[in-house]
């Protein structure tokens, strides 16, 4: 079974950066599509970020032009690099496969938290 490890969050000033990372245990990791997502208290889990398994990318709307999603097949780890940090986007972040796709477990994720 497929286990998720996201790293890197922790408390940043508006308009500071962070660099999320994800790995995944297991063979078939670079044949899957993978996505970043988030949750913030109160609210639904929302997609972020996705990368297919050739490296194409796409954003959701609130983050487009300030997080990069990036991946190291050779490592089992994904990325996602935050710039222009604002106080909304403070979130607990998880990765997992692809939005399209069934769900593996979800980990613990990582808590990223903005300050104004």
């Known amino acids: 079974q497929v286990q998720l490890v996201e790293s890197g969050g922790g408390l940043v000033q508006a308009g500071g950066s962070l660099r999320l990372s994800c790995t995944a245990s297991?063979?078939?990791?670079?044949?899957?599509?993978m996505g970043w997502y988030r949750q913030a208290p109160g609210k639904q889990r929302e997609f972020v970020a996705g990368?297919?398994?050739?490296?194409?990318?796409n954003y959701a709307d609130s983050v487009k032009g300030r997080f990069t999603m990036s991946r190291d097949n050779a490592k089992n780890t994904v990325y996602l690099q935050m710039n222009s940090l604002k106080p909304e986007d403070t979130a607990v972040y998880y990765c997992n496969r692809e939005r399209f796709y069934v769900s593996w477990p979800w980990g613990k994720g990582t808590l990223v938290t903005v300050s104004s």
């Open positions: 297991g063979s078939t990791f670079s044949i899957n599509a």
């Open positions: 990368i297919s398994k050739g490296g194409a990318t």
